[in-house]
Nanobody
Framework: VQLQASGGGAVQPGGPLRLSCVVS????????MGWFRQAPGKEREFVAA???????YYADSVKGRFTISRDKAKSTVYLQMNRLNPEDTGVYYCAAAPGTTLSSLLRQSNSYLYWGQGTQVTVSS
């Protein structure tokens, strides 16, 4: 399974950005997908996840601003980020977990089997 993330860049505070992650190699619909991020000097943290069937989950810090979605026809998961602030700066990673992963475990990075290469998001004026 290969994951290719894209869409990162530099944006001003308050602006939007949409990340994409294309999954290849296995049946996309069988995986639950997640987005994580890592800021300089900090540990990787959970951002959002979407189950293989239904259900989305968000970190408190992004709830109401970020939206995760998936397009099964394109084998792609998206992260729409609105009202970005400097604290959202970091490298964003997409990851795939088995579809049987419990919802409570989707916030943990060690639940994910496959990872993309990361895409840089910089929020600055």
């Amino acid at each position: 399974v290969q994951l290719q993330a894209s869409g990162g860049g530099a944006v001003q505070p308050g602006g939007p950005l949409r990340l994409s992650c294309v999954v290849s190699g296995r049946t996309f619909s069988s995986y639950s997908m997640g987005w994580f991020r890592q800021a300089p000097g900090k540990e990787r943290e959970f951002v959002a996840a979407i189950r293989s069937g239904a259900g989305t989950y968000y970190a408190d810090s992004v709830k109401g601003r970020f939206t995760i979605s998936r397009d099964k026809a394109k084998s792609t998961v998206y992260l729409q980020m609105n009202r970005l602030n400097p604290e959202d700066t970091g490298v964003y990673y997409c990851a795939a977990a088995p579809g049987t992963t419990l919802s409570s475990l989707l916030r943990q990075s060690n639940s994910y089997l496959y990872w993309g290469q990361g895409t840089q998001v910089t929020v600055s004026s």
